[in-house]
């Protein structure tokens, strides 16, 4: 997969960056590895190669700690389509989704201490055990990082899809990374004696009373040494991490189709306004013209 960093000139841009080789998956879930599609041969080959592509393109979404008075660095991720849609006629982000953004999915996983994603989300996109290839164990050791990241759920109900609550138990053995459970007081108590019976008592985050409070969820998080956080969605969780102050960048993936119809868009709910910078910006050699942009919240 060849990508030409557009941006910024600091970094060198225009220049050429090449992605993680397509094989041996990074990380499983809801839009997991693609194999198969790798690049076009040919455009913007005048530019420089970096002599470690995979170091290279990792430098450039390196996932930083938490700036100072911040308990965590959260960062988001999602696909959109260049009409806005976060979701295909399938109802889920695969089928607009493609192999660019699929490795930079894996990569981006690699990198997080835990990846946040809503329960609603973590069912339709098919979530499962995450972990990270073995080419990137190394840097994740080097930052005193675990061996993969952990997957937290966020359930109002105190309800996570079964096949989660196997590979905790699997987890919970050694066998599988952990998965974690955020949810609220409002879930019941019969609801999370359920989930700290199958996660154990350190896996269930209660924050908020009638709705999970995210600001102390994720305080939650960083005192299980989880500091950086990649929000995967839905839309209406998205939102709300921007409403409340904790989004600090996005990985915007956008991928060229048109697809109409009546989908999420990338954040849905009361209307808000956050403005971003752009940080740096890709262009996929991919037979379609993927755009990968990065984006800090201007604070």
Known sequence: MSLRLLHPPSLGAPRLVEGPAPGGAGASGGAGASGGAGASGGAGASGPRSSDSQDDLADLYAHALPSPGRAARVRANLVTTLDGAAAGA???????????DLRVLVLL???????????????SEGY??????ASLAAR?????????PALAVVTRSGRLPGNLLAAASGDRR????????????AAGDPALDRLRSGLGDDAVVVAGDEHVDLVEAVDELAHRGLHRVLCEGGPA???????????????????????????????????????????????????????????????
């Open 90 to 100: 399938d109802g889920s982000s695969r089928s607009i989704s493609g192999a660019t």
């Open 109 to 123: 996983r690699s990198l997080a201490d835990v990846v946040l994603v809503g329960a609603g989300t973590a069912r």
């Open 128 to 133: 499962g055990p995450l972990r990270v290839r």
């Open 140 to 148: 994740r050791a080097a930052l005193g990082q675990a061996p993969a």
């Open 174 to 185: 050694g066998a599988a990374p952990r998965v974690l459970a955020v949810t609220c007081a």
């Open 237 to 299: 969780l998205l939102r709300d991490v921007v409403a409340a102050g904790l989004l600090d960048e996005l990985c915007l993936t956008t991928s060229p189709l048109l697809v109409a119809g009546d989908g999420p868009r990338a954040l849905v709910g009361e209307a808000l306004v956050e403005r971003l910078e752009l940080a740096s910006l890709l262009l996929a050699d991919d037979g379609g013209g993927t755009l990968l942009g990065r984006w800090t919240v201007r604070r």
